[in-house]
């Protein structure tokens, strides 16, 4: 099992940085220099290629930080390609049932746990030739698989799902659930509450951690987090940390040429 399993089963807080807007490595490394322990290429709500999510994704592993790929819905061909260029993690949204969380672990693994096709170099491993009895089994064994739970009926089917040899966490994507359940951005719907309740028992009874996403209120997600969902943190996305960052620099500079204004009076 992997480090960041580990770490998420010993309660340790693990910080993940989302990646929609982002051209270059160099966000992958503020990401490393700042403390997190991963980063999310978003493929769902943006058009990065992937080949820029593959390059992401290596340099995130040379630095030490374990890449995840959120996939658009329902998009499985892109899964083996993406796990050939350097994710180590895949998130697949909105999975629903069994057969759909089935065939998503089925791309991420090779036979006979799966289908993913062979080969032989990956930059996980440097490129280096590595036979299949070796290789296999070794990204069999760093792979993670996220069914992201974002309907009624995904959060129905959770222990089901939780109970799959090939899924190895669940996560609830908060916003669009809320927008399933007629309340969009309502985190204290109790239905939410009960959803998350809901998908952490199943969690517990087979041993896999439950990630949260989409709420950026610590008071609303602290006590969210304490019914049992495990500390993957995601810090936010790299478009809205830089928003947040180019208002907080033009406040800082205004309020600078305001005084400055003032004392020239």
Request: negative net charge.
């Amino acid at each position: 099992m992997t480090a960041l399993l580990d770490r998420l089963r010993a309660g340790e807080l693990c910080l993940m940085l989302a990646i929609r807007g982002s051209r270059t490595t160099d966000v992958v490394r503020i990401a490393q220099a700042t403390g997190h322990s991963a980063i999310m290429v978003d493929l769902e709500h943006s058009v990065i290629s992937l080949d820029l999510a593959g390059q992401l994704c290596a340099a995130a592993c040379d630095l030490g930080l374990t890449p995840f790929v959120r996939i658009p819905e329902r998009d499985y061909g892109c899964i083996g390609r993406l796990l050939d260029s350097g994710a180590e993690g895949i998130i697949a949204p909105r999975v629903e049932t069994v057969g759909a969380a089935e065939l998503i672990s089925r791309a991420c693994r090779f036979p006979p746990r799966g289908q993913r096709s062979q080969l032989a170099m990956v930059p996980s491993l440097g490129m280096r030739p590595t036979p299949a009895t070796s290789l296999n089994p070794a990204l069999d064994g760093r792979t993670i698989v996220q069914a992201l739970l974002e309907t009624p009926l995904g959060i129905q089917n959770a222990a089901a799902i939780a109970s799959l040899d090939g899924v190895d966490m669940l996560g609830i994507g908060a916003n669009d659930l809320t927008a399933e359940l007629g309340t969009p951005g309502d985190y204290t719907d109790p239905r939410l509450h009960d959803a998350v309740l809901t998908a952490a028992k199943a969690c517990r009874e087979h041993g896999k951690p439950l990630m949260l996403g989409g709420i950026a209120d610590l008071s609303v997600l602290g006590p969210l987090l304490d019914l049992g969902v495990s500390p993957l943190v995601m810090t936010g996305t790299d478009t809205e940390v830089l928003y947040a960052g180019a208002e907080s620099r033009a406040a800082w500079y205004t309020a600078w040429w305001q005084d400055r204004h003032d004392r020239s009076r």
